[in-house]
């Protein structure tokens, strides 16, 4: 039996993070995820692709 199950990936999501959000984050959170019909960590990580346009280069 293999150690590893699951489906492989292109992209395995290795590292976890917890934040605290304050009620106005978290709303406009919860109606992103209902409107794209996505998971509150797939909206959180288009929000940080989102941020790659102001890193000083």
Do not use: F, W
């Amino acid at each position: 039996m293999s150690p590893r199950t699951g489906r492989p990936t292109d992209n395995p999501k290795g590292q976890s993070i917890h934040i605290r959000l304050d009620s106005k984050s978290e709303k406009i959170l919860e109606q992103y995820t209902e409107q794209e019909q996505v998971s509150r960590a797939e909206a959180i990580r288009r929000g940080i692709e989102k941020l790659e346009d102001d890193i000083k280069k």
